[in-house]
T-cell receptor
């Protein structure tokens, strides 16, 4: 079965710092990968997704993620964070064959200090 | 587009009562998902439908939980009887093109349930 690991449970950064949130998945086949964001009190919104092609994916609000197949990773990055990026970030994976269920990681809470 | 609509947004009930959560997916979407989010367990998929047919309900905690999708524009998640451990935020999500792998899911605002 596929699984997703997000090792950073809570990250605290100052504004303008650079961000990288780790995401590793376990599945031997072809996968599609997602990052969702959940702002305080709100629902999950899609930040970016990878289906195929260029492994460096750019999303909304200056976020990007790089799919490294050999490392089974899909880390989220942003060069300079803002206070408004305070939220919980979820990595998710769905296999390309025979299983439509989206599997989410446990999430990383990001707190940006002004 | 109004997005995925869920009601109620908040529900407070007493243990033993029946709770019904409602979801209207985005028009044209034909896959619908029910999730539960808690601090302890994170985001869990409870059940999902494809063209109104339940495909996988292995995430449903127990027989107290049931879900229906009578048509393409409406789904319910029912808990009967409710228990305090059911307290959570319940999200509904929908997606388009059943069968296409990796389709993006769009989430509703959630129902925050508190069972006393």
């Amino acid at each position: 079965a596929q699984s997703v690991s997000q090792h950073n449970h809570h990250v605290i950064l100052s504004e303008a710092a650079s961000l990288e949130l780790g995401c590793n998945y376990s599945y031997g086949g072809t996968v599609n990968l997602f990052w969702y964001v959940q702002y305080p009190g709100q629902h999950l919104q899609l930040l970016l997704k990878y289906f195929s092609g260029d492994p460096l994916v750019k999303g909304i609000k200056g976020f990007e993620a790089e799919f490294i197949k050999s490392k089974f990773s899909f880390n989220l990055r942003k060069p300079s964070v803002q206070w408004s990026d305070t939220a919980e970030y979820f990595c998710a994976v769905v296999s390309n064959f025979g299983n439509e269920k989206l599997t989410f990681g446990t999430g990383t809470r990001l707190t940006i200090i002004p | 587009d109004a997005g995925v609509i869920q009601s109620p947004r908040h529900e407070v009930t007493e243990m033993g009562q029946e709770v019904t959560l409602r979801c209207k997916p985005i028009s044209g979407h034909n896959s619908l998902f029910w999730y539960r989010q808690t601090m302890m367990r994170g985001l869990e998929l409870l059940i999902y439908f494809n063209n109104n047919v339940p495909i996988d309900d292995s995430g449903m905690p127990e027989d107290r939980f049931s879900a229906k999708m009578p048509n393409a524009s409406f789904s319910t998640l029912k808990i009967q009887p409710s228990e305090p451990r059911d307290s959570a935020v319940y999200f509904c999500a929908s997606s388009v093109i059943a069968g296409e792998r990796g389709e993006t899911q769009y989430f509703g605002p959630g129902t925050r349930l508190l069972v006393l």
